[in-house]
């Protein structure tokens, strides 16, 4: 059964960094995507970017495209989403979710999801 628990969250302001952890268990990941989505508060989850375990090719939501980056510490089964130039616009839970294939922008579309960690910037 996939675990993935978020860590790293916390109260940034607004232009400085921050970086979260996910950390994967349950399987072996060769053949997943690896997601970061977020939800600020009354808003729909959205995608922010995604990772593939296997070969690390990355993609970014325009919102965060050039801000973000994603990274994987396989040694560790851990993946990183470092945040730089954060602003208030990206204030929200953040969620490690994986899904077996493709990346994808669709929460539905995604089956293993982490309990989230909270972000929230100042201005």
């Known amino acids: 059964q996939v675990q993935l628990v978020e860590s790293g969250g916390g109260l940034v302001q607004a232009g400085g960094s921050l970086r979260l952890s996910c950390a994967a268990s349950?399987?072996?990941?060769?053949?997943?995507?690896i997601h970061w989505f977020r939800q600020a508060p009354g808003k729909e989850r959205e995608f922010v970017a995604a990772?593939?375990?296997?070969?690390?090719?990355?993609d970014y939501a325009d919102s965060v495209k050039g801000r973000f980056a994603m990274s994987i510490n396989s040694a560790k089964n851990t993946v990183y989403l470092q945040m730089n130039s954060v602003n208030a616009e990206d204030t929200a839970v953040y969620y490690c979710?994986?899904?077996?294939?493709?990346?994808?922008?669709?929460?539905?579309?995604?089956?293993?999801w982490g309990k989230g960690t909270q972000v929230t910037v100042s201005s």
């Open positions: 979710a994986a899904q077996r294939g493709v990346v994808t922008t669709r929460p539905e579309a995604v089956e293993n």
């Open positions: 990772i593939v375990w296997s070969g690390g090719i990355t």
């Open positions: 349950g399987r072996t990941f060769f053949g997943y995507v």
